[in-house]
């Protein structure tokens, strides 16, 4: 099991996410007035969209009532469960774009090699394959931005070998600090004894992989999810005395 803030915000129960491709589907029921439409309106198989909102009911509860219109109606619109649902997602997704915006580790290190717009960075705390956002080329000292919400948290028996994913950079790490929201939870990885990787979860994902002070855990992210590498800023007290 691995928890991520990469692909998309969810609300889980169970087995069941509600997803933010399901919040637009409740949202154009509610905005054109049957299911029909609302299929037709985001291009997707009316089939479809009506057997994923009977997964989502036998998890959360009535989303969709078909009553309303009477016998010449068929329409529907949203029970008090699903604007509750939606809401609750609105508030998950406020949450989690406050954190993401404002959480990033910055891993200083040396280029070691260039092919293109991708650069091996070498790092205190291991190699990263990142976004050039320079000319820099081998031997120059430059830093590499993480966002948060771009690392991936797995148990280390579950990590994907690097080889098999595209989330090729990998550091273990003990669980520093966990820091919980309302439904997101920013998760401190110590990498190194002097570097923390910041990763975002859910509640639900801290839940089931237990995430708390002293775990061992893996994290992932794919070199596009770097902020990018930039020219390192020279550290007070670093440059020659004058």
Known sequence: MDATADVEVQLGQGDVALTARDRRLLQAVAAHGSLNSAADALGRSYAHAQRRIVELEETFGPLVDRSRGGSGGGGSELTDTAQQLLARFQRLQAEFDGVATAEETVLRGTVVDRDGELATVETPSGTVRAIVDTDADAGDAVEVGIRADTVTLNAPPEAPEPTGTSARNQFA??????????????????????????????????????ITPGAELVASFKATATVGVIPAIEQPGSGESS
């Open 173 to 210: 790490g003990t669980v520093e600090r966990v820091d919980e929201g309302a439904a997101i939870a920013l998760v401190s990885l110590a990498i190194d004894p002097d570097t923390t990787l910041s990763a975002l979860v859910t509640d639900t994902s801290l839940d089931k992989l237990d």
